[in-house]
């Protein structure tokens, strides 16, 4: 590990300042995913600012109705809280299938968003990787490519996304708030958030480098069955192949998301109105222009079988 220096921030403005006055700075907080990557020499930061001392850690309604849930917050007191269970099942569920009980005692709310891909080839430091270091090549185009993306890819990067929370979080339509070193805030749509790979595969969020994740809000419950479905290779602590969240209304209509079959969390609003025409309809226009490999294509047909699974579990 290189060595760095370390500070803790009293406030979420002067946070993103500090890191705005070091260009090797990085925010930290659990750590989960970072000091790994530091262990590995991927992630150098020269300096690294604390911000678990900002009283980000709290679960709170809303005037609109919905919750607002500070970026400190643990992943296990988020799938715990009471009103996260009752109205939004499906981030509950989609957490809970995330990582170890560990790891979820330490990982906060902004980092599972910020969670970079696990890509073994973006791990391994001896392979070209466009996501490492921009313009070297993606050894995963024409290596094993079983748990990478098939659809959203371009020629500089085919890795997924991590996250089963942001999957849900995509499905409720959530929205991400920061704060910048001069205080302003910044309101981002979930949608807008993760970019997909283009050109620049290595700029994965729609954050400045000194933006600061200061919460996310969900918007007011709308009901309905939720569900959440992860297929993975084994039964605990590991990434999706394919997952689901859906949300399904008593009339068949709803809201659909995959996880692990792109860059990002992948929803497409026109295709959920398909919805009461089942699982095959809905997957046809969300994985229009598919791009597999011969590795995992299987992914095709897994994501319209679980979405079928889904989607018979909620209406039964």
Sequence with gaps: MK??????????????????????????AGGTNLLDLMKLQIEVPTHLVDVNGLALDKIEPTSEGGLRIGALVRNTDLAADERVRRDYGVLSRALLAGASGQLRNKATTAGNLLQRTRCPYFYDTDQPCNKRQPGSGCSAIGGITRQHAVVGTSQACIATNPSDMAVAMRVLDATVETVRPD??????????????????????????????????????????????????????????????????????????????????????????????????????????????????????????????????????
């Design 183 to 316: 205080g302003r805030s910044r309101v981002i749509p979930i949608a807008d958030f993760h970019r997909l790979p283009g050109d620049t595969p290595h700029i994965e969020t729609a954050l400045e480098r000194d933006e600061l994740i200061t919460g996310v809000t969900l918007p007011r419950p709308i009901g309905g069955t939720q569900i959440y479905r992860k297929v993975r290779d084994r039964a605990s602590y590991a990434f999706a192949l394919v997952s689901v969240a859906a949300i399904v209304q008593r009339d068949g209509s709803g809201r659909v998301a995959l996880g692990g079959v792109a860059h990002k969390p992948w929803r497409l609003e026109t295709a959920e109105a398909a919805m009461s025409q089942g699982a095959n309809a809905v997957t046809a226009q969300l994985l229009a222009g598919a791009q597999p490999t011969h590795e995992n294509a299987f992914k095709l047909p897994l994501a319209e079988r679980a979405l079928a699974a889904a989607l018979l579990q909620a209406r039964s």
């Design 3 to 28: 060595p760095f220096t370390y500070e803790r921030a009293q406030s979420p403005a002067q946070a993103a300042a500090a890191v705005a006055r070091s260009p090797g700075a990085k925010f930290i």
